[in-house]
């Protein structure tokens, strides 16, 4: 039975309208063809300035077998215990979802706080993932907010965008969908987090040819066949996904990856390239008729992947190999994999031998490896990758590995969920992470060095014993801090970018981090924007792709004990300039290298500094050697300065004082008349010098241009006189 009522005279104030299926809203329905009523209430909104929004009152369900037309600046909300649900054997098309845009170019859209239902069971005379019943289906729209909701139970997507910009879609919890539980395609600016998801059928969130995106505390799994839990794609040369971040996710049993990135066409290695980082990947790739498994895939693409914990993965923990056969035909793709744990990888049926980190692309594609643990991997840690000098492959010492807590036992402080608890054991990857990756959000003691895994610089790292020995006993430190290692370290570094900063800790003042994608053939430039410190930016032309990379920058409190060597000049800084890690930075992976810096032209006043003697010195070879500097611009405050430089290690910028200059004042010519008078002696004459040249020492007079010449003259002068008196 059909129920339809006409818009009451009294319709509750602006600015929400209310519809309910007790008789007490707006618009009221009766559990039959409730798109009717719902669909005048929308309308009502969107004809009505001063209406915003409308609201389904709950408890109730509401039947509809017809879509939901949402208008621009609308908002369709509900009560936790209200559904909208599909009509059983709605035969609809393949392209007709239960929620869309009203028209084309809207904007300013939010759905929240109800539960769409799909009705899968009584409608089952279509395909999943054919396009049938999307639940919320969005084109040529921005501005979209999707949060609070139940999306569950149905063949297609729960929010597909088309052509869309601007969405957040989080705190959703979406349950046995029928295909992608967020679907974005060709869209840009979208945020997905803080999702409850477990998926049926395919991935819990999907980028396809999408940029600027961030996908985050998300939890997803899988029952069922189900597929990744985060799938981004891109195929072809017309979009760019070079700016995609995914991190502090949990993902777990999922069918296929825990996260799969791949390509497919022709297009630049520049335009592809996926951030990966603080996520929690376990148990991943459970089926066991395909080869699209692991922890983390990835294929055509270039990215940084970073304290992940990948752990109990089918196939291979981290690995690029083809996803599918519409593979890129694409070469020179570098992944950068570091302070990442890799544990308990498990073979797959499918043939995959459980390595830990694996490269079944070789020819076209490549990783960059550095401080990671890998243990207990049923196939070896690496294939087809050269393993790390600073790799550990020791029991990394979970907290809690059966309930898959991750976190790393410490002697000194662990975080349980609630509190910091002391274990009897601390664990080899604390303090162990890529000396020049950040560790600064890590709680005190930390070691001044990031921990491996999903918590390495986070809130919740585990804590350091070193800090303990430091305070401690300083004395006791001095020897590890001058060969440049932390505690916990399994190898020291030197400088020129070979994997962090021999410095003492104790002799830094501040620094300041810098990340770029270093490709072959690029002109680089690590820029300091910051202003921590009195380096501007450092350049060079790369002769060699080494994928993201990290320069850091330290000013030092004094001078370093790396550099004994003496300097010319007044020091305005010491500092230390790192690029990379194993050795980069050297003249067979750059050339072309310079260093732009800034001096505050208050020290250089107060100094009386010769401005053009400013110069930054290098260390190398045990001695200090001046680079040729040239001033380069000024502004208020600072004089700028570029150098360049054969390498980067250890700098000094110094400057000369200015002399004093030496002046003489000219006399005026002797009066003849008062020397025949003979009023003026030999000591009358130096006299009168002596305070015309006042403030000028005595070696200073005697060696005056022409004073000899003229003593003489006097002399023989007032000789002649002497002896004309005698006759």
Not at 254 to 277: D, E, M, P, R
Not at 320 to 349: F, M, P, W
Not at 371 to 399: K, L
């Amino acid at each position: 039975m059909l129920t339809c009522i006409s818009v009451a005279l009294c319709i509750t104030p602006a600015p929400v309208v209310y519809v309910a299926g007790d008789g007490s809203g707006d618009f009221n329905c009766s559990g039959d063809n409730d798109h009717v009523q719902i669909n005048e209430a929308l309308t009502y909104v969107a004809e009505n300035a001063e209406y915003t929004t409308v609201h389904l009152k709950g408890p109730f369900t509401y039947v509809i077998d017809d879509t939901l037309q949402i208008s621009s600046n609308t908002i369709l909300e509900g009560d936790s215990s209200a559904t909208i649900k599909l009509a059983k054997n709605a035969g609809w098309s393949s392209v007709k979802p239960l929620v869309k845009e009203k028209s084309s170019g809207s904007h300013n859209i939010t759905i929240r706080g109800f539960t769409i239902d799909g009705n899968r069971e009584e409608n089952t005379n279509v395909v999943s993932g054919d396009g049938y019943y999307n639940l919320i289906h969005l084109s040529d729209c921005q501005n979209i907010s999707v949060y609070n909701m139940y999306l569950t139970n149905n063949h297609g997507d729960g929010l597909r965008a088309d052509n869309c910009s601007s969405i957040k879609f989080y705190d959703n919890e979406a349950y046995l969908l029928g295909h992608d539980v967020l679907y974005a395609i060709i869209c840009s600016d979208v945020v997905a987090c803080n999702n409850t998801i477990t998926c049926r059928t395919n991935s819990g969130l999907r980028l396809y040819n999408t940029n600027h995106a961030s996908l985050y505390n998300n939890t997803i799994t899988s029952r069922g066949s189900g597929g990744a839990g985060i799938e981004i794609q891109k195929d072809g040369s017309y979009f760019t996904m070079d700016d995609i971040e995914i991190y502090n996710n949990i993902i777990y049993n999922t069918a296929l990856s825990g996260i799969l990135v791949f390509g497919s066409g022709n297009y630049s290695n520049s335009s592809a390239n996926v951030h990966i980082h603080h996520n929690q990947v376990y148990d991943t790739g459970t089926d066991s008729n395909s080869e699209v498994v692991g922890g983390i895939l990835s294929e055509g693409f270039n990215g940084l992947i970073e304290n992940n914990v990948v752990d109990g993965a089918y196939g291979c923990g981290i690995v690029q190999k083809e996803a599918y056969y519409l593979s890129h035909d694409g070469s020179g793709y570098v992944v950068t994999v570091k302070n990442n744990i890799v544990t308990n990888t498990r073979k797959s049926v499918a043939g995959a031998e459980g390595y830990g980190i694996c490269n079944k692309l070789t020819d076209s594609h490549s990783f960059v490896t550095q401080n990671n643990s890998f243990y207990n991997n049923s196939g070896g840690n690496y294939e087809g990758v050269n393993a790390s000098a600073w790799d550990i492959t020791e029991d990394p010492q979970y907290a809690d590995r059966d309930n898959h807590d991750y976190h790393l036992k410490s002697k000194v402080g662990r975080w349980n969920g609630s509190n910091w608890v002391n274990d009897n054991i601390s664990s080899p990857c604390i303090d162990t992470g890529d000396p020049l990756s950040d560790y600064s959000n890590e709680p005190e003691p930390n070691g001044n060095r990031t921990n491996m895994g999903r918590y390495g610089n986070t809130e919740y790292a585990s804590k350091s014993e070193f800090e303990v020995l430091n305070n401690s006993s300083e004395d006791d430190n001095d020897s590890n801090e001058e060969d440049g290692r932390g505690k916990g370290s399994k190898s020291s570094s030197s400088g020129g970018g070979t994997g962090g900063s021999p410095e003492p800790a104790k002799n830094i003042e501040v620094k300041e981090l810098s990340q770029v994608f270093i490709t072959n053939g690029k002109t680089i430039k690590f820029d300091f924007t910051k202003n921590a410190t009195c380096v501007v930016h450092i350049s060079f032309d790369s002769k060699k792709t080494a994928g993201k990379t990290t320069a850091i920058v330290e000013i030092l409190k004094n001078k370093s004990t790396l550099t004994p060597g003496k300097l010319q000049g007044e020091v305005c800084n010491y500092l230390n300039t790192w690029v990379g890690n194993s050795g980069y930075a050297t003249e067979k992976n750059i050339e072309n290298a310079t260093v732009c810096f800034k001096v505050e032209k208050e020290w250089i006043q107060n100094e009386k500094i010769e401005h053009s003697s400013i110069t930054l010195n290098r260390y190398s070879d045990t001695t200090w050697n001046p680079l040729l500097t040239s001033l380069s611009g000024e502004d208020e405050t600072y004089l700028y300065f570029t150098a360049r430089t054969p390498g980067f290690s250890s700098f000094a910028i110094t400057g000369r004082v200015i002399e004093k200059e030496n002046v003489t004042e000219i006399l005026p010519e002797a009066d003849t008349q008062d020397l025949e008078q003979g009023e003026n002696t030999e000591s009358d004459i130096e006299l009168k010098f002596e305070k015309a040249g006042k403030g000028v020492s005595q070696n200073e007079k005697l060696s005056m241009p022409g004073f000899e010449m003229i003593y003489c003259i006097f002399g023989l002068f007032g000789a002649f006189l002497h002896k004309k008196k005698q006759y």
